[in-house]
């Protein structure tokens, strides 16, 4: 039997900015008489590969357009670079067909010393390529990959198309990868920034057209009583373009929203280097009660309340039972696609 689920538009007037948090909530109900549906916000139906339909908000009300105006001078309207991460490195090419959408920007995850540069496969999208060092940060530091930077850096300038690299990723987590940081010392940090610049100035010494993302796992592990800051981990002003963090809600007791886990602290620690801000990797466990809306507001929230926020890449890969990041419901791919619309739609 067919389910009729229909979503609703909710605003909540916030103090001092009049911010408002849109939401789309499934409803067992036939009809309703609220004022946000009879507004001219377009509302369209899907039908999902189970035959169940939901309705969700096809594009932004005026509440959204509103809410613009209030914003720091327009700054909600800006350039923006949306991709996402599947298995495989050409997945995401053949989901834009399947889904119809557009990303403009492709994340590609290589070993430093087997990246295959020449053969990855762009169509004119932004590269973010995520270079991988297996080795300590002391080793990097003093110079294990240099050869393998420096063959890239060559490549990429013969090619001569401009690349975001970004290496040393998460750094601030524990035991993800051979180079993280924790537990903190000023040692191993002043070693971090010591590889860093090595790395960077040989990427320059070959005069490769390259900006450089520096990418904190969007937490310190739980026992960084100090609470270190970001800011600690800076490498210099002048060896940073970009500064961005992986975020992932797991299944936990409270799995807080995407603006709620962003305004703990992280949007903040991001804003003090005054670069352009990026989401490296995000995603959602399916264990939270509603998916489809959590990854809808999402989007809303990256539109609205993050304006510094350029370019986003969300990790849908699934990584086993425990981190099944990809979508796997069709109400989760249209809210996934229905969001990316109107974000699309509010920052231009």
Same mark, same amino acid.
């Given at each position: ?27 067992? #109900? ?35 357009? $509103?809410?613009?105006?209030? /914003? ?12 996402? /991460? ?70 990429? @300038? ?13 750094? $601030?987590?524990? $035991? #993800? ?12 940090? @002043?070693?971090?920034? &010591? @590889? ?8 320059? =010494? ?30 210099? &002003? ?21 603006? =709620? ?24 466990? #399916?264990?939270?009660?509603? /998916? ?24 849908? =890969? ?26 699309? =739609?509010? #920052?231009?």
């Amino acid at each position: 039997m067919v389910k009729a689920l229909r979503w609703v538009l909710c605003a909540i007037v916030l103090a001092h900015t009049a911010a408002v948090e849109m939401s789309f909530t499934a409803s067992n #109900t036939a009809s309703s008489t609220t004022d946000i549906e009879s507004s001219s916000s377009a509302i369209t139906t899907t039908e999902g590969r189970d035959g169940t339909s939901r309705k969700f908000s096809g594009t932004p009300t005026e509440l959204d357009h $509103n809410l613009l105006k209030s /914003r720091s001078r327009g700054s909600v309207q800006r350039p923006t670079y949306v991709g996402a /991460r599947f298995a495989g490195d050409d997945t995401a090419f053949e989901m834009q067909k399947e889904w119809d959408v557009q990303f403009n920007t492709i994340t590609v995850y290589r070993p430093i010393d087997s990246v295959g540069y020449k053969s990855i496969r762009t169509e004119g999208k932004k590269l973010q390529l995520v270079t991988e060092m297996f080795r300590s940060i002391d080793d990097i530091a003093d110079g294990c990959y240099d050869d393998e930077v420096r063959s890239l850096a060559r490549a990429i @300038a013969d090619k001569g198309v401009n690349v975001w690299i970004r290496f040393l990723h998460e750094f $601030n987590s524990e $035991n #993800t990868y051979p180079w993280c940081l924790y537990p903190f010392t000023d040692a191993k940090i @002043a070693t971090f920034k &010591r @590889a860093w610049r090595r790395i960077v100035s040989i990427y320059r =010494e070959e005069r490769a057209p390259v900006k450089f993302q520096l990418c904190f796992m969007a937490k310190n592990p739980g026992g960084d009583k100090d609470r270190t800051p970001f800011s600690a981990f800076n490498p210099g &002003r002048d060896y940073v373009d970009a500064v961005g963090v992986d975020v992932y809600v797991n299944a936990a007791k409270h799995m807080p929203s995407l603006k =709620e886990k962003l305004n703990d602290g992280i949007y903040e620690q991001l804003l003090w280097f005054g670069k352009p801000i990026f989401i490296g990797e995000m995603s959602v466990t #399916t264990k939270i009660p509603d /998916r489809p809306q959590w990854i809808f507001d999402a989007w809303h929230a990256l539109a609205l309340d993050f304006p510094r926020i350029k370019y986003i890449s969300w990790f849908l =890969e699934c990584k086993g039972d425990k981190r099944p990041w990809c979508l796997l419901k069709q109400e989760e791919i249209d809210a996934f696609v229905t969001g990316l619309r109107n974000f699309k =739609e509010l #920052t231009s």
